[in-house]
């Protein structure tokens, strides 16, 4: 079974930085995956933030946090981590982790998702 773990959300001001961490469980081949973080708003829809291959040659980002925000990943510990500098208040969401089929930022291509970790960013 895919257990994908967030942590790392909480709440900070505006500009201020969060790093989040995912750990995964039960993917077979983890280094085989492309992995990625989307966010949820209240009242919004899912959107992708970010995504990395499965080798980490290649990232890509929502126009929203590019230059903001950095994916990264650690194949050997199942791991991949989101760091958010220069947080903004429209960034507040709930943030989920994500095995991703293809090398998308659309949520439809998700084929495994975490349960979320919350990230309140206050003026």
């Known amino acids: 079974q895919v257990q994908l773990a967030e942590s790392g959300g909480g709440s900070v001001q505006v500009g201020g930085a969060l790093r989040l961490s995912c750990a995964a469980a039960?993917?077979?081949?983890?280094?085989?995956?492309?992995m990625g973080w989307f966010r949820q708003a209240p009242g919004q829809e899912r959107e992708g933030v970010a995504i990395?291959?499965?080798?980490?040659?290649?990232?890509n980002y929502a126009n929203s946090v590019k230059g903001r925000f950095t994916i990264s990943r650690d194949n050997a510990k199942k791991e991949v981590y989101l760091q958010m500098n220069s947080l903004k208040p429209e960034d507040t969401a709930t943030y989920y982790c994500a095995a991703v089929g293809y090398f998308s930022l659309q949520p439809a291509h998700v084929n495994y998702w975490g349960q979320g970790t919350q990230v309140t960013v206050s003026s």
């Open positions: 990395i291959s499965p080798r980490a040659s290649a990232t």
């Open positions: 039960g993917v077979t081949d983890y280094s085989t995956n492309y």
